[in-house]
């Protein structure tokens, strides 16, 4: 799709209303009425506490919702932030919309977004998820003072999570981003990022947006481009992550919105990672604190623990099988599989020490991850050598000799 096809001609008249700007806050959204307007909210708190001065606007792209959301965006007024806060924006702060299709497509709502950015000729363009209930209105200060008064290109966050959650990126897209390209970025594929105008400009250029890795995996494109091309990287800490409930998403879009895009850039970036040796690390911003929290997935574990010993227990030996929903799935790390338990006949079964005991993930056609033993899913090197697929669906077994 070229990029004037984006801009449309209802689009374009609003950006010329608007004019040029310092900062873009870029929302791709679709169907997100029930969590909008809590990040708009926190959105315009950060606008009003933290860039007063600077010429803002919100620019939402949206897939084809058909809940309203983006007459939530356009008609969210600030007065009601004002009452609150008692700050005052010395600007007009304007809130546009687009749609730019009829079914979403993450990488063409960030091409809206930046395309957007550039003919405004914004300094920073800070991207903010619909989904994120949690963001705080500092969030906006951290994302984009590195870009807007440092000269960064590029702010990557660091979320607090759950430990079940961010299993894909923390076990195969950090660790693999590290290894080949040689920077500890820790969040590759986020949904909160800032970019420089520069780098915004740079990226548009890329001819990537006709292939499947544009349409769908252009966030973590626009990581590895920001590596290799030698932009100002860094990264912040932000605060608590909460994901939205996928307990219905499909895994396979999935896969191929962050692996399969992280894949196909291996062949054009050849030349840059494959002369990179070790790995070193990116400037981080804001208050460490703990990345992980426990408490709240004690339940599902300890659910999968008892279906587990039981299987085991009643079955003595033989094959043990128990099928995991997405949602489950999404709850459960490494660690869960990994400790001794003892089944009620007494015996003491530990899955690392089982010779055949093994972890199995098949998803569709995009990748089969199947570790030899339930430590090597921490191993970013027990992914990439299995490219065959068999079937279509999430499932543990443990083989007892």
Known sequence: MPEETLLTDEFLRQLINVGEVDIVVGLPTHNNAKTIDPVLRAIQSGILKCFPRERVVIINADGGSQDGTPELVTGASIDDIWKVSKVYALRTLHSIS?????????????????????????????????????????WLQRLARPVYNDNFDMVCPIYRRQTSEGVLLRN?????????????????????????????????????WNEDRGRVGAEICLTTTAITGNYRTCQCFLGTKTNPDRSGSDLVATMRQTVGALFSSLNGDFPVWSTITGSQPV???????????????????????????????????GRVHVGLSDH??????????????????????????????????DVSSSLEVLPESSHAIEDASAYGKRSQVRSCHAALEFVID
């Open 98 to 138: 687009t749609r730019y299709a009829r079914t979403p497509e993450p990488g063409t709502a960030l091409r809206t977004i930046l395309a957007a950015a550039d003919l405004l000729r914004a300094r920073a363009c800070v991207l903010v998820s619909p989904d994120s209930t949690t963001i705080e209105p500092d």
């Open 172 to 208: 195969l897209l950090y660790p693999m981003t590290r290894a080949v390209y040689g920077q500890r970025i820790r969040e590759p594929y986020a949904s909160e990022f800032a970019i420089s105008g520069r780098l915004a400009t740079d990226f548009l250029a890329k001819d990537i």
């Open 283 to 317: 400037p981080t911003f804001g208050t460490q604190s703990e990345l992980t929290l426990d408490a709240e997935v004690a339940a599902d574990r300890a659910l999968v623990s008892k279906v587990i010993d039981t299987r085991v227990a009643a079955g003595g030996g």
């Open 328 to 361: 489950l799935l999404h709850q459960l790390g490494p660690h869960d599989f990994s400790a001794e338990r003892q089944v009620p006949d007494g015996r003491v079964v530990h899955a690392a020490d089982l010779p055949h005991a093994k972890l199995e993930i």
